[in-house]
């Protein structure tokens, strides 16, 4: 995958000229299918009879169908350059999202961001725009493996990109509410998380673990019972929290379900060691219960 990494910067090494072509090929093309209904666009003579006559062309007479085609080729072009960028990242994403491997993710976002920062950028290249996607999904990588400090080192000593920007923002307050979270500091999370945006706020997992850092864990089960994540990423952190939550509210059987769900598909994910330290203890526990229950009865005869 390192090599798709190295492929994605080149392909953007002349991004800028690839885009203005399929923009002004999708300008003619425009061009053409309105032509073919209205007919020749720029002004010629036609001969009606034995009567000569300029025809001013659409263009002068429906000028704004002229303006139509300049927006289909912008948006062409627009869409060349958005689709160039996001496509091979989707791919890399599964990694982490259909995958689970926090580690290897990790691994290759890290790679994407060195590699990147080893560039001459060129004007007529985008490798500049891959490399601030790619900081803010290294960011991300370490935030999903709980390397809280590496992230915060990261954004105030190694970001490139803008720090006004909307991308520096969500990135630093996706660090702050995991920080926050991972700290049971609740006054904290609870102001960051009111402050963050629709985005943030919308999410129900935030908002869920806004409710059991409150202690109001019923309220975080009916938040994240009797649904389905879209991704198997977050649908391990979703279970994660139910079994924590069944866990907090005494029902054992359940708890110890959702974790050992979460122990088969977490992969690397931080939340399998979690899990699987969990039913150890529980394990445990639920042994030396058996095992003073058996003595108590055994007494009792």
Same mark, same amino acid.
């Given at each position: 995958?390192?090599?798709?990494?190295?492929?994605?910067?080149?392909?953007?090494?002349?991004?800028?000229?690839?885009?203005?072509?399929t923009g002004? /090929?999708? !300008?003619?093309?425009?061009?053409?299918?309105?032509?073919? !209904?209205?007919?020749? %666009?720029?002004?010629?003579?036609?001969?009606?009879?034995i009567?000569?006559?300029?025809i %001013?062309?659409?263009?002068?007479?429906? $000028?704004?169908?002229?303006c139509?085609?300049?927006?289909?080729g912008v948006?062409?072009g627009?869409?060349?350059?958005?689709s160039?960028?996001?496509n091979p990242? =989707?791919?890399l994403?599964?990694?982490?999202?259909?995958?689970?491997?926090a580690?290897?993710?990790?691994e290759?976002? #890290?790679?994407?961001?060195?590699?990147?920062?080893?560039l001459?950028?060129r004007?007529?290249?985008?490798?500049k725009?891959?490399l601030?996607l790619?900081?803010?999904?290294y960011?991300?990588?370490?935030?999903?493996?709980?390397?809280?400090?590496?992230a915060?080192?990261?954004?105030?000593? $190694?970001?490139?990109?803008k720090?006004?920007?909307?991308l520096?923002r969500?990135?630093?307050?996706?660090? #702050?509410?995991?920080?926050?979270?991972a700290?049971e500091?609740?006054?904290? /999370?609870?102001?960051?998380?009111?402050?963050?945006?629709?985005?943030?706020?919308?999410?129900?997992?935030?908002?869920a673990k806004?409710?059991?850092?409150r =202690?109001?864990y019923?309220?975080?089960?009916?938040?994240?019972?009797?649904r389905e994540?879209k991704?198997?990423?977050s649908e391990?952190?979703?279970?994660?929290l139910?079994?924590k939550?069944?866990?907090?509210?005494?029902?054992?059987?359940?708890?110890?379900?959702y974790?050992e769900f979460?122990?088969e598909?977490?992969n690397?994910?931080?939340?399998?060691?979690?899990?699987?330290?969990?039913?150890g203890?529980?394990?445990? /526990?639920?042994?030396?219960q058996?095992?003073?229950?058996?003595?108590?009865?055994q007494?009792?005869d």
């Amino acid at each position: 995958m390192k090599k798709q990494i190295e492929e994605m910067y080149e392909k953007q090494k002349n991004r800028r000229i690839k885009a203005i072509v399929t923009g002004l /090929f999708a !300008f003619a093309i425009t061009m053409g299918i309105v032509s073919a !209904f209205l007919g020749n %666009p720029f002004p010629h003579k036609e001969t009606w009879l034995i009567i000569e006559t300029t025809i %001013p062309g659409w263009i002068y007479t429906d $000028g704004y169908l002229l303006c139509f085609c300049g927006v289909a080729g912008v948006f062409a072009g627009t869409v060349n350059i958005v689709s160039s960028i996001l496509n091979p990242f =989707r791919n890399l994403d599964q990694v982490l999202l259909q995958e689970c491997d926090a580690k290897h993710y990790l691994e290759l976002m #890290e790679y994407a961001v060195t590699y990147g920062k080893g560039l001459k950028w060129r004007w007529i290249g985008l490798q500049k725009t891959v490399l601030l996607l790619a900081e803010q999904k290294y960011v991300l990588a370490l935030i999903a493996n709980q390397r809280f400090e590496e992230a915060e080192c990261y954004l105030n000593k $190694g970001w490139i990109g803008k720090r006004g920007s909307r991308l520096f923002r969500q990135t630093a307050m996706n660090l #702050e509410l995991a920080q926050k979270y991972a700290d049971e500091d609740v006054e904290n /999370f609870c102001k960051a998380l009111q402050s963050a945006g629709k985005e943030f706020t919308k999410n129900q997992l935030l908002t869920a673990k806004e409710f059991m850092l409150r =202690r109001d864990y019923e309220a975080a089960l009916e938040l994240l019972a009797d649904r389905e994540e879209k991704t198997p990423y977050s649908e391990v952190g979703r279970k994660f929290l139910l079994g924590k939550c069944y866990d907090e509210l005494g029902d054992q059987s359940q708890a110890i379900a959702y974790m050992e769900f979460v122990a088969e598909h977490g992969n690397t994910m931080p939340h399998k060691a979690w899990a699987q330290e969990w039913l150890g203890r529980k394990t445990v /526990f639920l042994l030396e219960q058996e095992n003073l229950n058996g003595k108590k009865e055994q007494n009792d005869d």
